[in-house]
C-alpha cells in the first residue's frame, strides 16, 4: 500500500499546531502532506504567550533559536504580566503569570510574540524538511476511513478543483470548526459562557508612553472590573511601536460597525487616548472539548480537539503539546515499534488535561474573579479591600506554580492504571513516571535535557549493567534508544534529585518509568514494552 500513499500523515491546517506536528513527524523521516487554506499566517496577534515547556518543543524542533530571533519586542524588553483592578492605568495592581518562577524545571527560557510571528518560523523550519510538503489555498471536505488508511478530498479555493490524497492517517488541526472532526463523526461538548467577545488590534501612541511611563517592561495586562462579573478586559503589546490588542465581553446587541469601541477601550485605560483600530472581531466565550481525540486513522489536535476563552495563554501551549504527544506516537505505529495501545494513549493522555485546565485554572480564574468583585469594593470598605488584593498578589505565583500537566495513571506509563492525567501538579526535579522530566546537571557537563535522544532515552546513573540489558532489549524491539551514562551521584551532584538511578524518558520528555533497580516481577523488556502500548 505505500506505493498508492501521497503521504504517511495528512494534516489538514497549516497553522501552529499542524505545523509543529509536521516538524515533529518529518524529522522522524515520516512524510507529511498539509493542507492550508491560507498562503500566509493571518496578521492577527493572537497565541503570544509560549511557556518554557513549548519553548523545549522549538529546541526539539531545531527552531528555537529562529523564534527569538522573530519576537516583536526587544529582548532586554519584558514580557511579564500584570492585573489591575478597575482600569488599566489604575492604583491598584500586582504581577501576573509570572513564569519565571518554574524556569529551572524546564530545559527553555519562556518567550512571548505573535502568533503569526510564530507560524513563519514554523513554515520556514517545515519547508528545510524534504518530508513536509504544504499545499496553501487548499481545505479539506471529506475524510473516509478504511482498513488499510484514508481518503482525503481537497478543494482548491483558486479554481474550485477538488483532488483526492490518500494517506496511512489524517489528523485534523483545522480549528474549532474542524471538518475532520465532523467528517468522521467525533461529537463535542460545550459549556456556553453566554458572553459576546471582541477581539480588537490597534495602533496608540498614548497608551504606548503611559503604559512605559506606569507599568514599564510588561507586555499584557489583564483588568478586572466589577461590571464585568469575572471576565477580563484584557490588553496584550504586540511590539514597542504601538500596536496593541484588545479582548473583552461586549453587549449581545454589539455591531461591529457603529459599537464606540474607541469609547469602551478609554474607560478600560482610564484615560482618553488615541486610538487607530486595525482589526476587529466577535468571537462567542465558551470551553468546548471533543468526547475523543481520534478513531482509528483520523486524529484531532489543537482546537479541533479543544477550545476555550483566550484566558491565561493556554489555548497555543496546550495544542504543540498536543502535537509532541501523537507525533511520536504516530511514528511509532508507523515505523512498527508501537504497540497496538499507544495511539489510544494520546486520547486517554491528553484528553484529560485539557478538561483540567478548563477546569482547574481558566473557569476557576473566572469564578474567583467573579467572587472577589462581588465581594471587595474600595469605595465601601478600602481597608479591607486592600487586604484581600493584597493576598491575591501574594497568590499570583500559583496558578503557574501549579500548572503541570501530567499523564499519571497512563497505560503507557509505570504506575497505577486509574486513568488521573490532569493539569494540576506540583514542580519537582523527582523523576516521577508520568510527568514531564526537568533538567538536571551532569557531573561531566551539560544537562541531563542536553544529551536526550529523539527516541525514548534511559538515564543511567552508576547502573551500567542496567544499562546494558535495556540497550539489548530496545534493539530487539527495534526501539530508538539512546543511553545516558554517568556516575552515580554525590550528595553535591543535581542528578540525586530525581531520585532514582535508572530513568526511562520518552520522546516527549515525559517519564515512563524510574526505579533504582529492575523490579523482581518484571524485566527491561517488560518496562520498554509498557512505554510503547505492547
Known amino acids: 500500500m505505500k506505493n498508492q500513499q501521497d503521504a504517511d500523515v495528512i494534516i489538514s491546517g497549516g497553522g501552529p499546531v499542524g505545523m509543529g506536528l509536521a516538524i515533529e513527524l518529518g524529522q522522524r523521516g515520516i512524510d507529511v502532506l498539509v493542507i492550508e487554506k491560507h498562503p500566509s499566517p493571518q ?11 513549548t519553548m523545549e518543543h522549538f529546541r526539539a524542533w531545531g527552531a528555537e533559536s529562529e523564534l527569538r530571533a522573530a519576537r516583536t519586542v526587544p529582548a532586554n524588553f519584558g514580557i511579564g504580566g500584570l492585573t489591575s483592578y478597575g482600569t488599566l492605568l489604575g492604583d491598584y495592581h ?22 503569526y510571528a510564530t507560524e513563519e518560523v514554523l513554515r520556514a523550519r517545515a519547508a528545510s524538511l524534504d518530508s513536509v510538503t504544504l499545499l496553501t489555498r487548499r481545505e479539506v ?8 488508511g484514508v481518503t482525503v478530498t481537497v478543494h482548491d479555493r483558486t479554481d474550485g478543483t477538488k483532488a483526492t490524497f490518500r494517506a496511512a492517517y489524517v489528523v485534523g488541526a483545522d480549528g474549532s470548526r474542524s471538518v475532520v472532526r465532523e467528517s468522521v463523526g467525533l461529537t463535542q461538548i460545550v459549556f456556553d459562557h453566554d458572553r459576546l467577545m471582541v477581539l480588537l488590534v490597534f495602533q496608540s501612541d ?27 478586559l484584557f490588553f496584550g503589546r504586540v511590539d514597542l511601536e504601538g500596536e496593541f490588542f484588545f479582548h473583552a465581553p461586549v453587549p449581545d446587541d454589539a455591531d461591529p460597525e457603529t459599537f ?60 504543540f503539546e498536543d502535537a509532541r504527544n501523537l507525533g511520536w506516537k504516530l511514528t511509532a505505529r508507523l515505523k512498527g515499534w508501537g504497540g497496538p495501545e499507544l495511539l489510544a494513549s494520546y486520547d486517554a493522555e491528553r ?29 465601601t470598605d478600602l481597608a479591607e479591600f486592600e487586604a484581600v488584593w493584597s493576598a491575591r498578589a501574594r497568590g499570583a505565583v500559583n496558578e503557574v506554580g501549579d500548572f503541570q500537566p501530567n499523564y499519571r495513571g497512563s497505560r503507557v506509563v509505570a504506575g497505577s492504571r486509574d486513568g488521573t492525567a490532569s493539569a494540576k501538579g506540583a514542580h519537582s526535579f523527582i523523576a516521577q513516571p508520568g510527568y514531564h522530566l526537568a533538567p538536571r546537571a551532569l557531573p561531566e557537563g551539560g544537562t541531563t535535557h542536553d544529551r536526550l535522544g529523539s527516541g525514548f532515552s534511559l538515564i543511567a546513573l552508576g547502573q551500567a549493567s542496567a544499562a546494558a540489558r535495556f540497550a539489548e532489549d530496545a534493539a530487539r524491539l527495534h526501539i530508538p534508544l539512546t543511553v545516558i551514562e554517568s556516575a552515580a551521584p554525590g550528595e553535591e551532584d543535581e542528578t540525586a534529585d530525581y531520585g532514582a538511578s535508572l530513568i526511562l524518558v520518552r520522546p516527549d520528555q515525559f517519564v515512563a518509568w524510574a526505579g533504582d533497580t529492575i523490579p523482581s516481577d518484571l524485566d527491561a523488556n517488560d518496562i520498554l514494552k509498557l512505554a510503547i502500548g505492547a
Open 260 to 319: 464606540d469601541f474607541q469609547g469602551y477601550v478609554e474607560r478600560a485605560v482610564g484615560q482618553s487616548i488615541d486610538m487607530h483600530i486595525r482589526h476587529r472581531g466577535f468571537w462567542d466565550c465558551r470551553v468546548a472539548i471533543a468526547d475523543s481525540y481520534g478513531s482509528e486513522r483520523t486524529f484531532i489536535a489543537g482546537d479541533a480537539a479543544h477550545n476555550h476563552p483566550p484566558y491565561g495563554g493556554y489555548g497555543i501551549n496546550t495544542g
Open 94 to 115: 500586582y504581577d501576573w503569570m509570572k513564569r519565571e518562577l518554574v524556569h529551572s524545571y524546564y530545559g527553555a527560557d519562556n518567550e512571548r510574540l505573535p502568533q
Open 141 to 148: 471536505r471529506e475524510v473516509r476511513e478504511d482498513a488499510e
Open 351 to 379: 484528553r484529560p488535561v485539557f478538561w483540567s485546565t478548563a477546569k482547574d485554572f481558566i473557569e476557576k480564574s473566572i469564578e474567583t474573579d467573579r467572587d472577589f468583585l462581588a465581594t471587595y469594593d474600595p469605595t
Open 206 to 232: 498614548t497608551l504606548h508612553r503611559a503604559l512605559l511611563d506606569k507599568h514599564p517592561g510588561k507586555s499584557f495586562f489583564n483588568v478586572l472590573h466589577p461590571d464585568l462579573q469575572g471576565y477580563w
Open 43 to 53: 496578521r492577527v496577534p493572537k497565541g503570544q504567550n509560549l511557556t518554557q515547556r
